[in-house]
């Protein structure tokens, strides 16, 4: 596969370093959107991994079932409460989350619509799926919702090796992560942050 890339900004590249080139394993990709345009993941789905794949919007499930058959979508917001939220759509797919008014408030965009919907924890999904209780990746791309997605993961029972996290509007300097807030959820599981790439940091256990 040479050094071909999918996701963003080449997060799937530094993810399949990480994981030593191994020919197959498993991951969570949480707010997946598209299957392969900006994927983290299909990288990885292409060299023989599997997973499940997690995004709010229904319209992508068809996509996953004709080019990934062996993932798993589900249709589902994840938080860390139970109870109705507002799903923000944008024209552009990858802004589309939970709490969206905060691009409208920072960024001037304007949401194509809003579903009201049940949020479910990342856990009740991967008990649902009968997901190992160890397993590579954990990939979590929420738009500012990160924090609240890691801490309904349940990071005792389900321990993925690694894990990669958006934290926007942050300076992004490895050496002065301690005090963010994921970091901080994530050191009390064992996980220190070890790269630091675009928009994204990349923690292992």
């Known amino acids: 596969m040479g050094h071909v890339s999918y996701a963003q900004a080449g997060e799937d ?7 030593n080139h ?8 949480v707010g997946c ?11 990885l789905y292409r060299k023989g991994w599997r997973g499940i794949c997690v995004d709010a919007a229904a319209k992508f499930r068809p996509m996953y079932e004709a080019k990934r058959p ?3 979508f589900v249709q589902a917001a994840v938080s860390d409460r139970s109870g109705t939220i507002e799903f923000h759509h944008f024209a552009a797919d990858e802004l589309s989350s939970i709490g969206g008014e905060r691009l409208a ?3 001037g965009y304007t949401p ?3 579903d009201i919907i049940e949020a479910r924890t990342l856990a009740s999904i991967l008990e649902e799926a009968d997901a190992p209780a160890e397993f590579e990746i954990l990939s979590v791309d929420v738009e500012g ?19 990669v996290t958006e934290l926007n509007g942050t300076d992004l300097d490895i050496g002065d992560l301690s005090s963010h807030a994921v970091s ?9 942050p070890i790269a630091v790439h675009w928009s994204n940091v990349f923690y292992r256990r």
Do not use: K, M, W
């Open 13 to 19: 590249l530094v993810l399949d370093f990480l994981c």
């Open 22 to 29: 191994q020919p197959s394993g498993f991951y969570v990709d």
């Open 33 to 43: 959107n598209h299957p392969i345009r900006g994927s983290n993941t299909y990288r």
């Open 70 to 72: 062996r993932d798993r």
């Open 105 to 107: 408030d920072v960024a």
């Open 112 to 114: 194509v619509s809003i």
């Open 145 to 163: 919702h990160d924090e609240q997605v890691l801490r309904s993961t349940d990071l005792g029972r389900f321990r993925p090796r690694i894990i």
């Open 184 to 192: 901080r959820l994530l050191a009390t599981h064992g996980y220190r």
